[in-house]
């Protein structure tokens, strides 16, 4: 005999849900292949994301957390459904953000996109090798020395990027800073000023994964300095009046006076310049003639 009580409950409860109940596999399960990818800095490591279980026909979206903050991560597949898998791929750059060699855990979540009780989530760690040697720096300028104005190059050389303090010190006063963020090593001009002297730029480098170095280079700024030559040359013609006791002698000198200044660019000649130069002082059978 048929129990009306309980098909009407049945006839409710198909109603609430639509016309049939939902099925149902099972809690769902997430795992991840392989638990551990070891990569260098600045490559990609991949990872096989599948679901099990679950609510059968639900779409589930997939996440990861635990990444260090801009992180670049994709999937192959956004969201998928129980039984399928989707591609995780990791980047590990060395700039932003930064990954330095060690292994970062991280999890990945899948979550029912219209009932968010409905998850599962499995860990998996990202493994970076250290490639090369440690940092190293090293910094030089375009020549030795300069002279008051002309323009100083500093370049920076070294081996993986790095956070820069770069100072330059005088030989006297107090020392000029210049920062440079998480880049490639930076080139920085400058112009050379007083006082004159040695010098001193130094770099400190820090790549903030347990890496730091420092290097140091000098060089002299020297002052535009002017040095002069004179050369006088005098020739003379004379017109001779003789005595009984003395020579008068006047002479009209022609003087030509040439100066030569020395400094970075220029060399200046000074004029020629004639004077007319009188005795007087006489000497019995001779002539003294005094130039003023």
């Given at each position: 005999?048929?129990?009306?009580?309980?098909?009407?409950?049945?006839?409710?409860?198909?109603?609430?849900?639509?016309?049939?109940?939902?099925?149902?596999?099972?809690?769902?399960?997430?795992?991840?292949?392989?638990?551990?990818?070891?990569?260098?800095?600045?490559?990609?490591?991949?990872?096989?994301?599948?679901?099990?279980?679950?609510?059968?026909?639900?779409?589930?979206?997939?996440?990861?957390?635990?990444?260090?903050?801009?992180?670049?991560?994709?999937?192959?597949?956004?969201?998928?459904?129980?039984?399928?898998?989707?591609?995780?791929?990791?980047?590990?750059?060395?700039?932003?953000?930064l990954y330095c060699p060690r292994s970062y855990p991280f999890t990945v979540i899948a979550t029912n996109t219209l009932l968010s009780s409905d998850r599962a989530s499995a860990m998996a760690s990202l493994g970076v090798?250290?490639?090369?040697?440690?940092?190293?720096?090293?910094?030089?300028?375009?020549?030795?020395?300069?002279?008051?104005?002309?323009?100083?190059?500093?370049?920076?050389?070294?081996?993986?990027?790095?956070?820069?303090?770069?100072?330059?010190?005088?030989?006297?006063?107090?020392?000029?800073?210049?920062?440079?963020?998480?880049?490639?090593?930076?080139?920085?001009?400058?112009?050379?000023?007083?006082?004159?002297?040695?010098?001193?730029?130094?770099?400190?480098?820090?790549?903030?994964?347990?890496?730091?170095?420092?290097?140091?280079?000098?060089?002299?700024?020297?002052?535009?300095?002017?040095?002069?030559?004179?050369?006088?040359?005098?020739?003379?013609?004379?017109?001779?009046?003789?005595?009984?006791?003395?020579?008068?002698?006047?002479?009209?000198?022609?003087?030509?006076?040439?100066?030569?200044?020395?400094?970075?660019?220029?060399?200046?000649?000074?004029?020629?310049?004639?004077?007319?130069?009188?005795?007087?002082?006489?000497i019995t059978g001779a002539a003294t003639l005094v130039i003023f």
């Amino acid at each position: 005999m048929m129990n009306h009580g309980n098909l009407l409950l049945c006839s409710i409860l198909i109603c609430l849900v639509g016309g049939a109940f939902p099925s149902v596999h099972g809690a769902p399960a997430l795992t991840i292949f392989p638990a551990s990818v070891a990569t260098d800095p600045n490559t990609a490591a991949s990872y096989i994301v599948t679901l099990n279980g679950g609510t059968a026909n639900a779409s589930y979206a997939l996440t990861v957390t635990g990444l260090p903050t801009g992180s670049v991560y994709s999937f192959s597949s956004n969201t998928i459904a129980p039984g399928d898998s989707s591609v995780l791929t990791v980047q590990t750059s060395i700039a932003t953000p930064l990954y330095c060699p060690r292994s970062y855990p991280f999890t990945v979540i899948a979550t029912n996109t219209l009932l968010s009780s409905d998850r599962a989530s499995a860990m998996a760690s990202l493994g970076v090798n250290q490639v090369g040697p440690g940092l190293v720096v090293s910094v030089s300028t375009d020549k030795p020395d300069y002279l008051v104005g002309e323009t100083v190059t500093v370049s920076v050389v070294t081996n993986r990027p790095a956070e820069w303090t770069l100072t330059v010190t005088p030989p006297s006063g107090l020392p000029h800073k210049y920062q440079f963020g998480y880049t490639s090593p930076p080139t920085k001009t400058l112009t050379a000023t007083l006082p004159a002297g040695t010098w001193a730029v130094t770099i400190s480098a820090d790549d903030y994964c347990g890496g730091s170095s420092n290097a140091v280079a000098h060089f002299d700024v020297v002052p535009s300095t002017v040095s002069s030559t004179n050369t006088t040359t005098v020739s003379a013609t004379t017109t001779t009046m003789v005595s009984s006791s003395n020579t008068t002698s006047v002479a009209t000198f022609a003087v030509t006076s040439t100066s030569t200044f020395s400094s970075m660019t220029s060399t200046f000649t000074s004029a020629t310049s004639s004077v007319t130069v009188t005795s007087i002082t006489t000497i019995t059978g001779a002539a003294t003639l005094v130039i003023f």
